[in-house]
Antibody, heavy 121, light 108 residues
Framework: EVQLVESGGGLVKPGGSLRLSCAASGFTLSSYSMNWVRQAPGKGLEWVSS????????YYADSVKGRFTISRDNAKNSLYLQMNSLRVEDTAVYYCARSRGAGEKDYFDYWGQGTLVTVSS | SYVLTQPPSVSVAPGKTARITCGGN??????VHWYQQKPGQAPVLVIYYDTDRPSGIPERFSGSNSGNTATLTISRVGAGDEADYYC???????????FGTGTKVTVL
């Protein structure tokens, strides 16, 4: 059974940092591109970042580019999101999601349950 | 950047058909995917590649895509279909994934 379990969320002050992790099981992580998607309280889904199987291709939403860094450790079956210079507007539930397809045909077939990040003074 | 527009809400009587639109410039040339999200839960894929259903998704869910509008259709709607629905595409110009604004489906 495919499982994605996020961790690392919590309360952080504006300007602070946080590192999210996503533990994958039930499939071979190295065979799939992975993603982070967030959802602010009461708002819609917002794509944050994507990373290809060997980390050769990495993409970021404009809202986080230069502040967030996505990475993966296929040997540890883990996906990460390093979040620096956090802002109040980064407050959200952060989901990791597995990619299927590629490029224009990419979609997310499995999602974790999410981890809440709250940025507040 | 590419924008996907959905109606904020759709209301439907039990047993009837709900249609949720997703508007975007020439969206018919893209692959559209749809997700269902119930309160407090993670999104679930219900349609991919415009019309395909993942295993476990009822045949009542179907999709279409042409011109500037993609549509998710839910037939014989029941209380269990109450949820938020999001469309999604990949924008090759920006190399960004894009989600629609989301539609809340209410069963009357």
């Amino acid at each position: 059974e495919v499982q994605l379990v996020e961790s690392g969320g919590g309360l952080v002050k504006p300007g602070g940092s946080l590192r999210l992790s996503c533990a994958a099981s039930g499939f071979t992580l190295s065979s799939y591109s992975m993603n982070w998607v967030r959802q602010a309280p009461g708002k819609g889904l917002e794509w944050v970042s994507s990373i290809s199987t060997s980390s050769s291709y990495i993409y970021y939403a404009d809202s986080v580019k230069g502040r967030f860094t996505i990475s993966r450790d296929n040997a540890k079956n883990s996906l990460y999101l390093q979040m620096n210079s956090l802002r109040v507007e980064d407050t959200a539930v952060y989901y990791c999601a597995r990619s299927r397809g590629a490029g224009e045909k990419d979609y997310f077939d499995y999602w974790g349950q999410g981890t809440l990040v709250t940025v507040s003074s | 950047s590419y924008v996907l527009t959905q109606p904020p809400s759709v209301s439907v009587a039990p047993g009837k058909t709900a249609r949720i639109t997703c508007g975007g410039n020439n969206i018919g040339s893209k692959s559209v995917h749809w997700y269902q999200q119930k309160p407090g839960q993670a999104p679930v894929l219900v349609i991919y590649y415009d019309t395909d259903r993942p295993s476990g998704i009822p045949e009542r869910f179907s999709g279409s895509n042409s011109g500037n509008t993609a549509t998710l259709t839910i037939s014989r709607v029941g209380a269990g279909d109450e949820a938020d629905y999001y469309c999604q595409v990949w924008d090759r110009i920006s190399d960004h994934q894009v989600f629609g604004t989301g539609t809340k489906v209410t069963v009357l």
